[in-house]
């Protein structure tokens, strides 16, 4: 499938955009109560607020393309920490643990730390792309 070959810059962005926005969503809950879910108002020194702080954060950054590579980095150690704290005592399978999310969040940020943060971003435009 060479036909998307010259869109792979771009969907990198789409990506980054995508990913950030899912991302963020879980710290929007957390912290804003943007939805409401189970885990809004999460107290602030706890692990879930460490993490929810990290998301929000780190979720905003990786939209805009903004210190991509770094804050990519560390949300994905936050899902694999998330991952192996929470869900992996409970099964070896993902599928089972309820961690796919977690795991599939962790793959793909430590991709965007290695591949940056593609063209439409503003890394690219302050030149740190």
């Known amino acids: 499938m060479t036909f998307l070959k010259p869109f792979s810059p771009y969907l990198l962005s789409a990506m980054r955009i995508a ?4 991302f963020l969503q879980h710290g929007a809950s957390k912290y804003l109560s943007i939805p409401v879910t189970q ?3 999460v107290e ?3 692990l879930p607020g460490i993490a929810g702080g990290i ?3 780190c979720g905003v950054l ?4 903004l210190f991509t590579r770094f804050a990519a980095f560390l949300a994905s150690g936050t899902m694999a920490v998330a991952y192996f704290m929470v869900h992996a005592p409970n099964s070896l399978y993902p599928i ?3 961690g796919e999310l977690a795991a599939l969040y962790s793959f ?10 593609g063209p439409i971003s503003l890394d690219r435009i ?3 792309g």
């Open 55 to 57: 998301e929000l954060i």
């Open 39 to 41: 885990m809004s108002g």
């Open 108 to 117: 793909v940020f430590v991709y965007l730390a290695a591949a940056g943060p």
């Open 62 to 65: 990786i939209v805009a393309g």
């Open 96 to 98: 089972l643990n309820g």
């Open 126 to 128: 302050i030149g740190r």
């Open 44 to 46: 602030p020194t706890s």
């Open 19 to 22: 990913a950030g926005l899912l």
